[in-house]
């Protein structure tokens, strides 16, 4: 059996890891045990210890990045010295530059990085695009997942073909969508949503998320459909980028139409996601989008750039798909929705059977199995 360690930065619970463990506890076909680099410790460790995993948390500031990410090597290094992992396999960027090199250094022969966070230091950070070709050369395995994700990692950052493997992550489609109508009625009381076009967005409150965009489209939008609510979740614990998102909401007078809400628990998502009309995903590159998938799964019709999880999707058939940095078709994209309803509900009903398909847990376990063998 195969002892692979996963690793991930700034994040408390990631629902692929608690599935991972799940079902590697009924297959014992893989020994996963996790590390968080997190300022806080994860809630998900003690789920995780309950499939038999063993979980360490190692404390990591984005305030102090630099200095987090040398001590976060030290103690990996000592770590793997100690349990001995045959896999180390890293997420995010600020995980895997000191995971790949503690790693390599410890012995540990197979080392993989998944790329959830190509494209942005290409866009925002072009000075560490070197950081990203060396931790490609360090990692032995590439993990892009989608295929405008594969490309990017081939062309622009000159990864060797033959250490990248395409696998699109994958969702329980029974826990995406399970929620209850006391949660759902909850909401819509909450947020004065009945009667409401209420449009979702779901995603960090970083630049090339497309929140921006999303603000130049509502204050058109709104001329006409004054009853449309935009409703956006999503955390990121450095606040000067969301609080001048506020600021450009007051001062264009949008108070009523946009609302943040912010960190939203798992068990609550999917009853957010059926209070949606409209699904709006206007990222600018992004890895792949888990939030694109969970609306398709939800049967919500999904407008979004043509990235990600959305790289087989078909324009007005499972979704639509839009230009990057364009607001103005996310106006006209959202007019479509808003006033075709029956042409609305066929397409969501079309995404919901290419999520199923296409992006199913299982089918992102055995690739991951196959990806580890190779």
């Known amino acids: 059996m195969q002892k692979v360690t996963l690793i991930i ?20 076909d893989v020994e996963f045990s996790f590390i968080a680099l997190n300022e806080t410790e994860p809630i998900m460790s003690k789920k995780l ?10 404390k990591f500031s984005q305030n102090t990045r630099k200095r987090s990410m040398i001590k976060s090597f030290f103690k990996l290094y000592f770590l793997f010295k100690t349990i001995k992992p ?21 012995g540990v022969k197979k080392r993989v990085i998944t790329k ?7 866009n925002f950070a072009p000075q560490w695009v070197w950081a990203d070709r060396f931790n490609n050369f360090i990692a032995t395995h590439i993990h892009s ?3 405008n994700n594969y490309d990017f990692i081939i062309n622009k950052e000159k990864a060797r073909k033959n250490k990248v493997f395409l696998v699109r992550n994958g969702f329980k489609y029974d826990e995406i969508t399970k929620s209850s109508q006391i949660s759902i009625d909850d909401f819509k009381a909450r947020y004065n949503l009945y009667d409401k076009i209420v449009i979702g967005t779901v995603a960090r409150f970083i630049e090339w998320k497309g929140h921006r965009l999303i603000i130049e489209a509502a204050k058109e939008i709104v001329k006409i459909y004054p009853h449309a609510i935009f409703l956006w979740v999503g955390y990121h614990p450095n606040l000067t980028y ?8 007051k001062s264009n007078k949008l108070e009523k139409n946009i609302i943040i809400i912010g960190y939203l628990e798992r068990y609550l998502m999917p009853s957010f996601y059926q209070c949606l009309d409209i699904y709006l995903h206007p990222a600018i590159n992004e890895p792949f989008g888990f939030a694109i998938s969970e609306a398709l799964m939800n049967e919500i019709p999904v ?4 990235t990600g999880s959305s790289d087989l999707m078909e324009h007005m058939k499972s979704g639509y798909i839009i230009d990057m940095n364009n607001s103005d078709q996310i106006v006209v994209g959202l007019t479509n929705f808003i006033t075709q309803e029956e042409n609305r509900k066929e397409i969501a009903l079309n995404g919901k059977e290419y999520a199923i398909k296409e992006l199913q847990f299982e089918k992102m376990y055995y690739n991951y ?5 190779n």
């Open 9 to 28: 930065a700034h994040n408390t619970s990631v629902p692929y890891f608690i599935w991972l463990a799940e079902l590697s506890f009924v297959r014992k």
């Open 369 to 373: 199995l196959k990806m580890y063998s």
């Open 145 to 147: 997942v989608s295929t």
């Open 49 to 58: 210890s309950e499939f038999g995993c063993l979980t360490y948390w190692i």
């Open 116 to 122: 959830q966070d190509t494209f942005f230091h290409w």
């Open 242 to 249: 969301q609080n001048q998102l506020k600021h450009e909401i």
């Open 303 to 306: 407008i979004t750039t043509r």
């Open 86 to 106: 045959d896999i180390v396999h890293t997420n995010l960027f600020d995980d895997s530059l000191p995971g790949l090199l503690a790693a390599k250094f410890a």
